[in-house]
């Protein structure tokens, strides 16, 4: 892990957050002024490929082995990662399943929402990942506390995006599930999403719990690496959602 | 009574029941604090179906050791349970092998259920007009018998790629053996509650659930949805599983084209169940959304579309039957040099035309909706798509043919089954074609052609390979042979009768049968020939009943054997039987190739420290 | 060598065997369409690949068991060939072309199925649970028959009412499913006069099996008369039309004669005290029968399905509801 010097990790993590904010006020202002589809996927698969790399660490996947030893943790690691990623593997197809179905019944139109809101939570999710980052680089260089706290603070921010889409969007959306084709669509990416950022808040909370009582170092923290990558993925998901609810196309009534 | 009680499997059924209750009871109180009407049947039982779910799992047990991590205190890595005897199959064991053993009987279980809902509408489709069953009852039946037997197949196929994966490659065990229990556990509730729609009204879409009849239909269709939607995690989580396992876990010596061929097949179906399964549970749940909270996914009068549904479960559904056939393919394959005595054909061609027929199988779906009213440009690339598919399942076939050529050809049980599959699947595959092309589909879609193309497939594909395998390894299981004449027996019972049916199947489809129909026109004069499928589908289960003779009879009466029954290269052969409880002993060498028969001397692994 | 040119030879025998094994039965049923022609056409071509894989397959995998086979006593093993690279591509590339070629020809049959007649006669046909209705605009006439003239293109504009039902006649050989809340076509040109069955080929329920309708083809002068006949039968007294309405739409549900199908029996109900889902109860008068025909969900009958009984406000006249509510007052 440790490959990077300290300063240097936190202030990749750091640039990396910068360049999601801008492209996510690029994407915004796309969206308002120039609404062309083609445009905002681009800048959503931007996006996707930065927390991918720079945030999922993907191409951990892919480094040669040089462990020989099958029982030694290194091995084991390599293998959980592995695991990890085919399940999210997975678990993209039923997102992508919910995208077609969106493309498909809605298509250049989306539902009539509360664009502050949508921009709120979509920053909140950004934030929390910024700060899950943040936790795992902390615990990789071995600074416990930081380690704690930033995963404190990406905990109170999941619970803040799921306060954000169940408590308050489902509640002012003029529609309701039952509303039509754009109800459906609505209710049900929120609700696949918000389902799984619900998981991954109860994932948060066990690490936290267990970081409090020093289960992980900074050589042996196979939970953290592990939390932080689903909640990654969790953003990566929104990340596409995000445009296609609130952004591609004209409002329909 | 102590001992049945600390069996997981019962402990789990107990609990499912507490569980089912429970969310019931739940679900009423909660509508009743809010001010609800409190009882209202379908969503109350959804939600008891689920917590049953739950509960069973936390009865059996498979849930501890997630649960201690969470917790954050460790677990024991090796876990030794053959101690408890034959208790350890009803218990949530984390080896391999018992796991295969458990999936083996589960499908068996299961064909048995799906095969019985056969004979029982058989009987009923023997003469025209209606004599035992309604029209519900034989709809009913119909589809679970669908459904019930192709989670079956996916059980077989789990149970076998489970057993053999890890031994062929020389693993100790699975990557990840807590996540392997969880896959088999969570189908053991999952059926259950497939099998209870039976009790709720049942349903009558068909295997496939279409909106909006399956929209209309009554209860029972919830459970359907649900039990195939949580089966599926079984079929998601497994094949995870078998992919970090070949990644992860050959021997050190075994390169990718050195491993066993059963293991590409494992791992072509694998990737297909990985990635695919995800469709079926999300247009299945999409159903469920729509049925609970009226989502309007597929109601065209609220901007809904019901194609969508067709494009999703199919995008699953297809690839679908890959699953089914590959590994039964790859078991061909397997055993074939054996019985044969010469190398495979073209290796690598088998090996990568596995992975073909997989990848090329992502693109085809659509040629079940050639009917349907989908885009209408679609149809031509369709057509070329699935016809592609003709080309890796080809390159199959020859290279069988080439292995068999020149052999030396010997004829035990599990070869029958063998020749068996392939020429049924030929049957299978050969009538692939004419539904491919749109413009003869047009004829055949929804007719029993269909019917028979796809037994044939499958009966070809898996149900003869799989009792090729059973008879194969059942020594390497048991340390006991199963008899050869009672699997004689079976198999001229079996076999002759399928063909029969099917090819009957396709004749009168042909002629105008529709499938799906409790009772047919008798002006057609299609009566004859379904009297003779029935007695021939009575035949073909005898066949089965006789294989539980045979398994009994062996259990009680056979003498052990211990030995490369066989003659067989392959390394869960050059250990004594059963199967020691850690796999092999020492690390597994790969000195050559793995089905060079009839080269005097050559091996294909060694043992570290063996000469 | 011998091996091969023996097994050549009896592929070859056998392919001819099977195909006339198969063609001296009729394995399809009359062909009754001009869109017939190319499918068949493509079947036949079928049949002689079919017949020519399955005994190349067949025949070369039993010469090997019967030549090859392990004789007694005998200990050896086969010979050690592990593959030929050039077999292999030969056995991708001709299949590769084959398919390749059935597709073509599949797509240019395609074409000529759907090519289009402008003249072609409007038919609306409509299903449901569990029946056909067919409509001729041009001539305003509704049918539970479906009758076309021979040799003239038909423009079937298909609708289902509920679920997804199919329009499959034998031997028109075509098939089309029908959408709730869609509109597919289907052109059929029948070809030779006589009469057909209509069958629902997509699984819709209950009664899937007993959707059929019988299908007419009749010349040109009598599918006329046939029409003007129509014409002067509306205007029987309402309770012959309502009886015809109700074949047609009804009995699937409903009995006459007292006996339990879905939806309640007809027997003796007008005028008799019904109880609803909601338990109140009301007289089955006339405006009653006719809000349970054009709105059915407004009242259900207890111990019945709720959403069962499709809302036929929206495919039956006021004039055909009322000829409906005359022929149920009729029955005692
Ligand atoms: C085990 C399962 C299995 C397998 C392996 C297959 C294999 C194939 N299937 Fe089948 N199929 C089903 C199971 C299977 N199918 C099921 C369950 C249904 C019905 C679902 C439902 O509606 O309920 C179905 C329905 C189905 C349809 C839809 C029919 C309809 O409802 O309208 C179509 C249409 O294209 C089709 C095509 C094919 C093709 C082209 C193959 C090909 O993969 C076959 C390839 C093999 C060969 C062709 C033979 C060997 C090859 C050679 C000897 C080489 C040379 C060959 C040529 C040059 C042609 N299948
Ligand atoms: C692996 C898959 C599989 C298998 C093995 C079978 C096996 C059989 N199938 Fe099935 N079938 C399907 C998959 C399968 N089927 C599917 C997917 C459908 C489509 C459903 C749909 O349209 O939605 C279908 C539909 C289908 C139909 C069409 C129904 C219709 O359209 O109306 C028919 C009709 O004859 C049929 C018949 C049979 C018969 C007679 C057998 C026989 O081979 C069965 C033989 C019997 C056994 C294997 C059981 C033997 C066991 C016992 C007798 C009990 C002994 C018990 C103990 C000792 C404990 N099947
Ligand atoms: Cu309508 Cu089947
Ligand atoms: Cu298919």
Redesign the interface.
Same mark, same amino acid.
């Given at each position: 892990m440790a490959h990077t010097s300290k300063s240097k990790a936190f202030r990749l993590g750091l640039l990396v957050f910068i360049a999601l904010v801008v492209l996510t006020v690029v994407e915004f202002f796309l969206a308002v002024y120039l609404n062309v589809w083609l445009l905002l996927v681009i800048v959503a698969l931007c996006k996707a490929g930065l927390v991918i790399y720079y945030y999922m660490h993907v191409y951990r996947l892919f480094q040669a082995d040089t462990t020989l030893d099958r029982n030694s943790y290194a091995y084991k690691l390599a293998t959980n990662r592995l695991g990890l990623w085919l399940f999210l593997v997975s678990d993209s197809f039923v997102f992508g399943g919910l995208m077609v179905a969106r493309i498909n019944l809605l298509g250049l139109t989306h539902p009539h929402l509360e664009q502050t809101v949508g921009l709120i939570v979509t920053s909140v999710l950004l934030v929390s990942s910024f700060f899950m980052n943040r936790a795992e680089t902390a615990i990789a260089h071995g600074k416990r506390n930081q380690f704690v706290a930033s995963t404190a603070i990406t905990l109170i921010l999941g619970i803040a995006f799921l306060v954000g889409v169940i408590g308050v969007e489902w509640r002012i959306a003029p529609f309701g599930p039952a509303d039509g084709a754009h109800g459906a669509v609505f209710y049900s990416m929120t609700g696949f999403h918000a389902f799984h950022v619900f998981t991954g808040i109860i994932f948060l909370a066990i690490v936290l719990r267990n970081g409090l009582r020093g289960c992980y170092s900074s050589e042996r923290h196979w939970g953290v690496e592990a939390c932080a990558v689903y909640w990654h993925f969790v953003d990566v998901v929104w990340i596409f959602y995000y445009p296609a609810l609130y952004l591609i196309g004209t409002v329909i009534e | 009574m102590k001992v049945i009680l600390s069996l997981g499997l019962i402990r789990g059924l107990l609990w499912q029941l507490l569980g089912t209750a429970l969310g019931i009871g739940f679900f009423t109180l909660v509508r009743a604090l809010l001010g609800l009407p409190s009882w209202e049947a379908e969503p109350a039982i959804v939600v008891g179906a689920l917590f049953g779910a739950l509960f069973f799992l936390l009865g059996v047990g498979v849930l501890n050791d997630w649960l201690k $991590? +969470?917790a954050?205190e460790p677990t024991e890595d090796h876990v030794d349970d053959s101690h408890l005897g034959w208790r350890r199959y009803f218990g949530p064991s984390l080896d391999h092998k018992v796991i295969g053993v458990q999936y083996l009987v589960l499908s068996l279980v299961l064909m048995s259920v799906g095969g019985l809902f056969a004979l029982l509408f058989r009987t009923e489709l023997a003469q025209v007009q209606m004599q035992f069953l309604s @029209?519900?009852q034989y709809?009913t039946l119909m589809s679970l018998h669908g459904m019930v037997m192709i989670i079956s197949i996916l059980m077989g196929i789990a149970a076998f790629m489970n057993y053999l994966v890890p031994l062929l490659i020389g693993a100790h065990d699975m990557?990840?053996p807590r996540?392997n229990a969880f896959s088999f556990w969570i189908a053991v509730p999952s059926a259950i509650i497939l099998l209870s729609s039976l009790a709720l009204g049942g349903f009558?879409?068909?295997w496939?659930g279409?909106p909006?009849?399956s929209v209309?239909?009554p209860i029972g269709i919830q459970m359907f949805l649900l039990g195939v939607s949580l089966s599926g995690f079984s079929s998601?989580l497994g094949?995870?599983?078998i992919?970090?396992t070949i990644?992860?876990?050959r021997a050190?010596s075994m390169t990718p084209f050195r491993m066993p061929i059963f293991v590409w097949s494992s791992l072509a179906t694998s990737i297909i169940s990985?990635?695919?399964?995800? @469709?079926i549970? #999300?247009?299945f749940q999409?159903v469920m #959304?729509?049925r609970l909270?009226?989502?309007?996914?597929f109601? +065209?009068? =609220?901007?809904?579309?019901?194609?969508?549904f067709q &494009? /999703?479960f199919w995008?699953y559904s297809h690839p679908a039957v890959y699953i089914f056939v590959l590994p039964g393919l790859g078991i061909i394959s397997e055993l074939l040099p054996v019985f *044969?005595? =010469?190398?495979l054909?073209?290796?690598? $061609?088998i090996a990568m035309s596995s992975l073909g027929i997989a990848l090329v199988g992502f693109l085809v779906w659509g040629h079940h909706m050639f009917?349907?009213?989908m885009a209408e440009y679609l149809? *031509?690339p369709f057509?070329?798509s699935t016809?592609?598919v003709? *080309?890796p399942t080809?390159?199959k076939?020859?290279?069988? #043919?080439?292995t +068999?050529?020149?052999? =030396?050809?010997?004829?035990e049980t599990p070869m029958l089954f063998i @020749?068996a599959g392939? *020429?049924v699947f030929?049957?299978g595959g050969?009538?692939g074609?004419?539904h491919a092309?749109?413009?003869?589909n047009?004829?055949l &879609?929804?007719?029993y052609f269909v019917v028979g193309h796809f037994h044939n497939a499958m009966y070809g594909g898996f149900v003869f390979p799989f009792f090729a395998a059973i008879f194969y390894w059942y020594p390497k299981i048991t340390g006991k042979r199963l008899s050869e004449t009672l699997g004689k027996i079976q198999f001229w019972l079996m076999a002759p009768s399928f063909v029969i049916m099917s090819l009957l199947m396709m004749?009168i489809g042909? /002629?105008?049968m529709?499938r799906?129909?409790?009772?047919?026109?008798p002006?057609f004069g299609f009566e004859p020939y379904h009297l003779i499928m029935t007695i021939m589908a009575f035949l073909t289960a005898l066949g089965v009943v006789v294989f539980f003779i045979n398994v009994i009879y062996t259990q009680l009466k056979g003498q052990p054997v211990t030995g490369n029954v066989w003659n067989s290269r392959s390394p869960e052969w050059q250990v004594p039987s059963p199967m020691p409880v850690h796999n092999y002993e020492r690390e597994l060498i790969v000195v050559g190739?793995p089905y060079?028969?009839?080269?005097?001397g050559s091996r294909y692994v060694k043992f570290v420290g063996e000469a | 060598m011998r091996h091969f040119i023996v097994v050549a030879l009896l592929v070859i025998a056998c392919t001819f065997l099977t195909h006339t094994a198969i063609t001296s039965i009729d394995i399809l049923p009359r062909k009754a369409s001009a869109q017939a022609i190319p499918i068949d056409h493509l079947f036949e071509i079928q049949l002689w690949l079919i017949s020519f894989l399955f005994s190349l397959v067949t025949v070369t995998l039993a010469y090997s068991l019967i030549v090859f086979r392990r004789r007694p006593g005998d200990v050896s093993e086969g010979v050690h060939v592990e593959g030929n690279t050039r077999l292999e591509i030969l056995w991708t590339v001709a299949p590769l072309v084959t398919v390749i070629a059935l597709a073509y020809l599949g797509a240019r049959s395609l074409s000529e199925v759907q090519r289009a007649d402008p003249n072609a006669l409007q038919v609306e046909v409509l299903g449901g649970q569990w029946f056909w209705s067919f409509t001729y605009p041009e001539y305003g006439v509704t049918s539970d028959e479906l009758y076309l003239p021979v040799s003239k293109q038909a423009l079937l504009r298909m609708t289902s009412l509920d679920v997804i039902h199919s329009f499959w006649v034998p031997e028109f050989r075509v098939k089309q499913d029908l959408l709730p809340g869609k509109i597919t076509e289907l052109r059929v040109t029948p070809t030779e006069t006589g009469e057909y069955t209509l069958l629902c080929a997509e699984m819709c329920g209950t009664s899937h099996a007993y959707m059929v309708a019988p299908v007419k083809v009749v010349s040109q002068e009598e599918f006329m008369a046939w029409i003007e006949e129509k014409i002067s039968q509306a205007k029987l007294d309402p309770v012959q039309r309502g009886r015809k309405l109700a074949n047609q739409y009804c009995t699937a549900c409903h009995s006459i004669d007292g006996s339990q199908k879905v939806g309640p029996t007809w027997k003796g109900l007008f005028g008799s005290l019904v109880t609803l889902e909601d338990g109140t109860s009301v007289i089955a008068d006339e405006v009653y029968l006719r809000n349970a025909i054009a709105n059915p969900n407004l009242q259900i009958r207890k111990g019945y399905p709720g959403n069962v009984m499709p809302n036929f406000g929206n495919i039956l006249t006021e004039s055909q509801i009322e000829d409906l509510v005359a022929y149920i007052r009729s029955i005692e």
């Open positions: - | $991590w +969470a954050g @029209l519900d709809n990557a990840f996540l009558d879409t068909g496939t279409y909006p009849l209309r239909a998601i094949g995870l599983n992919i970090a990644v992860r876990m050190r990985l990635t695919a399964t995800q @469709l549970g #999300l247009s999409m #959304l729509q909270f009226g989502m309007s996914f109601d +065209a009068t =609220k901007g809904g579309n019901p194609i969508l &494009h /999703l995008f *044969v005595r =010469k190398p054909f073209g290796y690598r $061609w009917t349907s009213g149809r *031509v057509m070329y016809l592609l003709a *080309v080809g390159i076939f020859f290279s069988w #043919l080439a +068999a050529w020149q052999g =030396k050809i010997s004829f @020749l392939i *020429v030929l049957l050969l009538s074609p004419p092309v749109v413009s003869t047009l004829h &879609h929804d007719s004749r042909l /002629l105008g529709r799906r129909i409790a009772d047919y026109e002006a190739e060079d028969y009839g080269s005097p | -």
